[in-house]
């Protein structure tokens, strides 16, 4: 139940794709600090982070088994790999449980139903805004349709220079 532990299990896993290692590892650290800044502490944010390492795992299997790497696939079949690294690894059942939900529905952004769920949302926008090279009328969009935490809200703004 360690994070530098599954940290290093999700590099084998994505072994030789540096592209994704890089990403979960930028949702992780914005999804950990808006987490703290938040104030979850404990399980909450043990649950937060371990969702945020594992967030994509549904993407290798759904490139070998349909050659795409759209997000319904993602959700489709990532909570099963979720789910099994994470029992391997012996995290607690309940964390698995919300951890696979979370996996299952990180891109269904009309059903968010905790802190755990908007924030790992926030921080894989935070990223993918960077990351696709989105235009700033885009950035503007998602800031005012997916962000709803204090601090998610404050680093978007921040890092696209937009006028709260």
């Known amino acids: 139940?360690?994070?530098?532990?599954?940290?290093?299990?999700?590099?084998?896993?994505?072994?030789?794709?540096?592209?994704r290692i890089q990403h979960f590892t930028k949702v992780h650290s914005y999804a950990k600090l808006i987490g703290e800044l938040s104030g979850m502490q404990g399980e909450e944010l043990l649950t937060l982070e371990v969702a945020a390492y594992v967030h994509d795992i549904g993407i290798k299997v759904a490139e070998?088994?349909?050659?795409?790497?759209?997000?319904?696939?993602?959700e489709q079949e990532g909570p099963a790999v979720a789910e099994d690294m994470l029992g391997r690894m012996h995290f607690d059942e309940k964390i698995i449980r919300r951890v696979s939900y979370l996996v299952g529905h990180h891109h269904t952004y009309d059903q968010i139903d905790g802190l755990d769920y908007q924030i790992l949302v926030e921080a894989d926008f935070l990223v993918n805004l960077y990351e696709d090279g989105v235009t700033k009328e885009a950035?503007?969009?998602?800031?005012?349709?997916?962000?709803?935490?204090?601090?998610?809200?404050?680093?978007?703004?921040?890092?696209?220079g937009i006028e709260e």
């Open 64 to 74: 070998e088994k349909y050659g795409s790497s759209n997000g319904r696939l993602q």
């Open 1 to 19: 139940m360690n994070l530098n532990q599954l940290f290093c299990e999700m590099i084998q896993y994505y072994r030789n794709d540096p592209k």
């Open 139 to 160: 950035v503007m969009h998602a800031y005012n349709k997916i962000f709803r935490t204090e601090h998610g809200k404050r680093i978007c703004a921040e890092m696209f």
